[in-house]
C-alpha cells in the first residue's frame, strides 16, 4: 500500500470497481481506437467532428481507468462486520429522538467511494457514520451536521 489513503470497499463494491475495469480495458478502449483509426481516415483532422469526439472520449476513457486502477491499489476490503458495536459495514437501525413521530432509518456504513444515499448506504466519514462509529444498541449520540445539532438512539445493528 503506498502512502496514499485507504479506499474502503465492500467485497461487492470491489468487485464492481474490477468489472468496470475490466470493461474499459477489453471493450470501450479497443471500441475508441477503432472510432479514432475511422475518423482519421476520413481525412482533415483540423475540422473533423467525429475525430474530437473520439478523442475526447479517449482521454475520459483512460482517465477513468487510471482512477479505477488506483482506487483498487488502494482498497481495503472491509471483512468482518461486529455485531456489537457499529462500524464499516455494519447495517444499523436508528431512531431520530427529536421527531415528533419516533421515525426510525436504517442505514449501511460503508466507505465514502460506496456511499449511496438512495440505497441507504452512508459514508464513514458522514455526520451520522461519525458519531455512531463504535457504539453500541441503546447507546443515544449526538450527531452534529451542517444544519445543527440532533440525537439519534441506536436500536440495532446487522
Known sequence: MSGKKPIYLTQEG?????????????????????????ARAQGDLSENADYDAARN????????????EQMIENAQ?????????????????IQYLDDD??????????GSQEADPFESKISNESPIAKAILNKKVGDIVTVDSPNGSYQVKITNIK
Open 14 to 38: 470491489y468487485d464492481e470497481l474490477n468489472q468496470e475495469l475490466d470493461n474499459l480495458v477489453n471493450v470501450k478502449r479497443p471500441a475508441n481506437i477503432i472510432a479514432i483509426k475511422e
Open 57 to 68: 472520449e479517449q482521454a475520459e476513457i483512460e482517465g477513468r481507468i487510471r482512477q479505477l
Open 77 to 93: 476490503i472491509i471483512k468482518e462486520v461486529s455485531k456489537d458495536r457499529v462500524g464499516l459495514g455494519s447495517t444499523v437501525a
Open 101 to 110: 413521530d419516533d421515525e426510525e432509518d436504517e442505514y449501511k456504513i460503508v
